[in-house]
């Protein structure tokens, strides 16, 4: 079954929560071929209550311990611009789709997101062009997002600490 | 209470101007003259913050050999996750290696979230009563930190300390993957202090040309 799944972490972020369960959007999930919808909505006001509809499922939850097994069971993650968010999505191998909340004022986690986005490795929106991003969008355009390189760390820090074998 | 905070002000940045003065010159001469690690071992104060800053600081200690030991985290007082994510780290190093050493430490914030800057200063300084005496009994080798608030007031306890002949102690910064273009506020401050300051995006290796750049390391 192809699903989606939406997440805001530990924010508030009732606009994006309504663009997703608009009809117009659903809509678009449906043409897509998605079949289902898992809401994280964090600390939101905006409470869509689970249902189905026709071959079409929502469920809908305010948090959990770890996002790690939704995350695995999606074909699309639609994320707020949170850092940890991003991360853990791209280091399990998902699309990403980051929505910016335009409401937030200095949102440094905001810089991470362009930056991924200008390299190729999720695409980016605001909730007004969530609709037209999700119909144009190419998920199969993304790169690999690769992990960081700790062991180049790991080489640095001997070196600068006199760990380092002279051979 | 005015009178107080301008003294505590001038005391502080009296400190910091001596402190940055003698750090330059120490780095400029001596700093790859100093090698703990030629004893085999070397004792490392993590400092560990909120959330995100955790499990950065954590990924780089997993990469870390068993001779970076024992290793003492510093969170916040007030920060409850963070522990948690250490102890889980620590188990799983105990199954890989043996002899493994770890404590964890608490010291009050020096900066809550949206805190005013008036009253920054005066947290910091209580920050830095719990800090100076920490570092000191500790005596780490290394201070390893990637940018929460707690990492100033240690930073500049571990270079008092090397001011005063005490101990010597290799600071060595890793910016957060979050900045991408500007520094954070600990970062600004710390490039200064720091040994080894390190950043995870090409932009900001240009700006500031004294910070070290291996690629995204996180």
Redesign the interface.
Known sequence: MKSAFVTVGSTSFDELILSVTSNSVIQIFRELGFEKLVLQIGRGLVRPEPCTFGDFTLEVFQYKDSIAEEIQRADLVISHAGAGSCLETLGAGKPLLVVVNDQLMDNHQLELARQLHRDGHLYYCTCKTLADTMKSMDLSALKPFLPGKTEEFAIFMDRIVGLEKVD | MLLVCAASFLGLSFFIALAIICRMIILVKHKEEY????SGS?RVLVVAGS??HT?EIL??M????P??NPRHYVIAETDTMSKDKICCLEVSRKYKYAEQEYTIHKIPRSREVHQSWSSTLLTTLHSLLYSGPLVFTLKP??ILCNGPGTCVPLCISALLLGVLGIKRI?I?Y?E???????L?LSGKILYYLS??F?V??PNLKEKYPRS?Y?????
């Open positions: 090698k703990p690690g030629k070397v959330g995100g499990t990924r780089l997993e990469s870390l050999s001779c970076y080798d290394l290799l060595v890793v957060s993957i979050c900045r991408v273009e500007k954070s040994d080894y390190l995870q995006w070290i291996l690629g995204r390391v996180v």
